[in-house]
């Protein structure tokens, strides 16, 4: 019996489990393949130069996950929510959770935690930790938990040098 799935919007019949499987990994390979090299060339037409001279661009390279190339393949995943989340803290460096909610038009802390999650496992997905994009401290004031959120260093450091986050986000909501 075939087995027909659908994968970017095209149909495919297979004729076993197996063959399915291996036809849906060599697409996922092939698209992973194919936003690599657009990324690299987004980084190639900023920087201009071969990839070796783009990468020293980077210092510290050992010391951070951060290349151009990783940076916008990261930012590239992450819904819209998401990128003002993180365009907010690479603005304000340090934003309190009522300010993040505000900026983000989420009305509680469990909607400002999907955002939030929603950074983390697009981070897991290229192996990031989510503590090189933000980190957060909880504070108890007149019994009210309240939260900052801050876009840690090495997150700043790249966004400034591939000049993100552009003008579309701007601190006018």
């Given at each position: 019996m075939a087995i027909r799935f659908k994968y970017g919007g095209v149909s495919y019949t297979a004729d076993t489990p197996q063959e399915a499987a291996d036809t849906m990994a060599l697409l996922k390979e092939?698209?992973?393949?194919?936003?690599?090299?657009?990324?690299?060339s987004r980084v190639l037409a900023k920087f201009g130069g071969p990839m070796e001279q783009i990468k020293a661009f980077v210092s510290g390279e050992a010391e951070t996950p951060w290349?151009?190339?990783?940076?916008?393949?990261?930012?590239?995943r992450l819904g819209g929510a998401q990128q003002t989340a993180l365009a907010a803290l690479v603005k304000g460096r340090r934003v309190p959770d009522d300010e993040l909610r505000k900026t983000l038009k989420v009305s509680g802390n469990q909607a400002l935690a999907g955002v939030l999650s929603g950074i983390s496992k697009q981070a897991a997905a290229l192996n990031i930790d989510a503590r090189d994009i933000f980190t957060f401290e909880n504070l108890r004031s007149a019994g009210k938990r309240r939260s900052t959120y801050a876009a840690s260093d090495k997150f700043l450091e790249i966004a400034s040098r591939m000049d993100w986050p552009g003008p579309q986000y701007s601190s006018k909501n």
């Amino acid at each position: 019996m075939a087995i027909r799935f659908k994968y970017g919007g095209v149909s495919y019949t297979a004729d076993t489990p197996q063959e399915a499987a291996d036809t849906m990994a060599l697409l996922k390979e092939r698209e992973a393949d194919i936003a690599h090299k657009r990324a690299q060339s987004r980084v190639l037409a900023k920087f201009g130069g071969p990839m070796e001279q783009i990468k020293a661009f980077v210092s510290g390279e050992a010391e951070t996950p951060w290349t151009p190339e990783v940076f916008l393949s990261f930012i590239d995943r992450l819904g819209g929510a998401q990128q003002t989340a993180l365009a907010a803290l690479v603005k304000g460096r340090r934003v309190p959770d009522d300010e993040l909610r505000k900026t983000l038009k989420v009305s509680g802390n469990q909607a400002l935690a999907g955002v939030l999650s929603g950074i983390s496992k697009q981070a897991a997905a290229l192996n990031i930790d989510a503590r090189d994009i933000f980190t957060f401290e909880n504070l108890r004031s007149a019994g009210k938990r309240r939260s900052t959120y801050a876009a840690s260093d090495k997150f700043l450091e790249i966004a400034s040098r591939m000049d993100w986050p552009g003008p579309q986000y701007s601190s006018k909501n």
